[in-house]
């Protein structure tokens, strides 16, 4: 049974989780920030924790290094228990996140910062458009992402 998959290419720090017709979350997809800093993203990688147990990902810590300060290293970014009060990576707690994002100001803070990994550069996620991006992590069929924006 497939429970996450991992993906790249928008350079950028995020998720998206697909969910059975009755709505239950099924499976996650988690997007890994990019080591190239083409989309003004600070460079960054990600190292889950899992449970030898049950394989479930019992945690995430993603690193980065600032482009902004000369001669930086790479240095801990957040950790996604610690920075957004989950136990373990998985669909129920992406679903209950991305409620997070859209109900709480300091929660959304949170993400649009880490989305580009930090950068200092104009987030590609801000106050104005981060409902779009929200929707898209628990929308995937047209009808439900319009009527999650509108």
Not at 40 to 49: I, R, T
Not at 56 to 62: C, G, L, Q, V, Y
Not at 87 to 116: C, H, M, W
Not at 131 to 141: L, P
């Amino acid at each position: 049974v497939v429970v996450g998959m991992f993906s790249g290419h928008t350079h950028y720090d995020d998720f998206r989780v697909i969910s059975s017709n009755q709505g239950k979350p099924m499976m996650f997809n988690h997007i890994t920030p990019a080591v190239s800093p083409v989309r003004n993203n600070n460079p960054g990688f990600q190292v889950m924790e899992y449970d030898r147990q049950t394989g479930e990902i019992a945690d995430m810590a993603t690193y980065y290094l600032d482009l902004a300060q000369k001669g930086s290293d790479w240095a801990l970014e957040y950790t996604f228990d610690q920075t957004y009060g989950f136990q373990g990576y998985n669909a129920e707690n992406l679903v209950t996140l991305s409620d997070k994002i859209s109900n709480d100001p300091a929660t959304r803070k949170n993400y649009i910062n880490f989305v580009a990994v930090s950068s200092k550069h104009t987030p590609p996620i801000n106050d104005t458009n981060w409902k779009y991006f929200n929707c898209a992590h628990t929308h995937m069929d047209d009808d439900s992402y319009v009527a999650c924006h509108q």
